[in-house]
Nanobody, 123 residues
């Protein structure tokens, strides 16, 4: 089973930036769609961004489009989430996850996910 490990969370002020990283045990991602979901305290999980199986196409939720960018470095077996212009409502635990396809990812059906990394946006 694929294994994922996130890092890079922290505390920032509104408008700041962070880059999350996720080391993935299996690359290239020909078997999975991988991406990021988040869960804020007291709220449901939500898909943030994903890369389609095969790596050619990306998805970004409307709430982060234009501010967050998902990317990957196959040589480093690492998935990234560059987060710019962070808002208070971006505060959440962010998880890296893998699904058989993007449809499953958006349905929050994951084959595997990491332990999460906390992002706190506060003034």
């Amino acid at each position: 089973q694929v294994q994922l490990a996130e890092s890079g969370g922290g505390s920032v002020q509104p408008g700041g930036s962070l880059r999350l990283s996720c080391v993935v045990s299996e690359y290239p991602t020909s078997r999975y769609s991988i991406g990021w979901f988040r869960q804020a305290p007291g709220k449901e999980r939500e898909a943030v961004a994903a890369i389609y199986r095969g790596g050619g196409t990306t998805y970004h939720d409307e709430s982060v489009k234009g501010r967050f960018t998902i990317s990957q470095d196959n040589t480093k077996k690492t998935l990234y989430l560059q987060m710019n212009r962070l808002k208070l409502e971006d505060t959440a635990m962010y998880y890296c996850a893998a699904s058989p396809d993007v449809a499953s990812f958006l349905d929050l059906n994951f084959d595997a996910w990491g332990q999460g990394t906390l992002v706190t946006v506060s003034s």
